[in-house]
């Protein structure tokens, strides 16, 4: 009996002290996503135009025309912040799929002239009361990419740079379609033709120039978005690949219509290799006035 009680406490204690890691882990991972909103939000000035004007798509590829007037009315507001909800399924497998459930928030930064900028905040259900937490985001021009275990150890933190930057550019760009009024030529967006269904967008911000091609659906929504070559962090070292995000399931919101659903995946030599997948279940957006 004795023994047993003594096996007991030393349960509790252990318990007890689990429980106190990852409550800080929670609070510094929380005071760590504080600071990347803070330098993202800092400064934003007021967007301008704050209205959507149909006028602006003169001389657009006709498939990006169709696409604005499908998903914006006349008038509609700029968006120029979102925070959006998502659940979905995240695959942490290099050679196999390993598939592992997730929750994540995100914030967007989208009006012109404020900078582009996301941060995307995410918990990865790794193994029964252990998760990894992500920041994956794109501020005041830098990319940046962190992962720990628990809020607490890290494994990975990938050190600035401009093939970082870009690359998170990108997924800002390609995400935009969850903020329609983003892809705008008064946002920054430049529209070049490619055939009666794709055209290609280009996004400038500061030293970083990206150009994605976008194709549209017979319903004029976004189908895919797809980068010729998207950094992809293979073995410690920088890969060129091309990466690809599909969108479905278009729903109102916000005045507009956009994707709820979606996947991404990048394009190996080696066949698709889809390493998200997830649904939006909450969409807040702040307009202009």
């Known amino acids: 009996m004795v023994t047993m009680k003594w096996v007991f406490v030393a ?15 929670h609070w510094r991972w929380a005071d760590a996503t504080d ?15 704050s209205r959507y004007d149909p006028r602006e798509l003169d001389g657009l590829p006709a498939p990006v025309q169709r696409y604005f ?18 659940r979905g399924e995240f695959n942490m497998g290099e050679a196999q799929p390993n598939w592992k459930p997730f929750t994540s928030e995100q914030r967007i930064v989208a009006a012109a002239p404020a900078r582009p900028g996301f941060v995307w905040n995410a918990r990865i259900a790794f193994v029964p009361g252990l998760a990894v937490r992500v920041h994956d985001a794109y501020v005041a021009g830098a990319g940046r990419l962190r992962a ?16 970082l930057a870009e ?16 892809l705008l030529p008064s946002q920054g967006v430049r ?6 269904r794709s055209a290609r967008a280009t996004l400038v911000d500061g030293s970083t120039r ?6 549209f659906g017979a319903d004029a929504f976004i189908e895919s978005v797809r980068a010729e070559a998207r950094g992809r962090t293979v073995a410690g070292r920088t890969v ?36 998200w997948r997830g649904t939006i279940t909450s969409a807040r957006y702040e307009l202009a006035p």
């Open 191 to 196: 529209w070049d033709a490619v055939d009666e």
């Open 167 to 182: 690359g998170e550019l990108m997924r800002y760009l390609a995400e935009a379609a969850w903020v329609p009024t983003a």
């Open 11 to 25: 349960a509790a204690t252990v318990l007890v002290a689990w429980v106190a890691v990852v409550a800080i882990g």
């Open 69 to 86: 007037r499908a998903v914006l009315s006349p008038g509609q507001p700029v968006v120029t912040a979102a925070t959006l909800e998502h």
């Open 35 to 49: 600071a990347l909103l803070r330098e993202m939000e800092s400064a934003r000035p007021p967007a301008a135009p």
């Open 210 to 215: 990206v150009t994605l091609t976008f194709t």
């Open 148 to 163: 720990t275990v628990a809020g607490l150890f890290t494994v990975a933190d990938l050190p600035s740079s401009p093939e």
């Open 240 to 275: 060129p690949t091309p990466w690809e995000g599909r969108w479905s399931d278009v729903q109102p919101q916000g005045g507009m219509r956009v994707p709820m659903s979606g996947e991404v995946a990048w394009l190996t030599p080696e066949g698709r290799r889809v390493y």
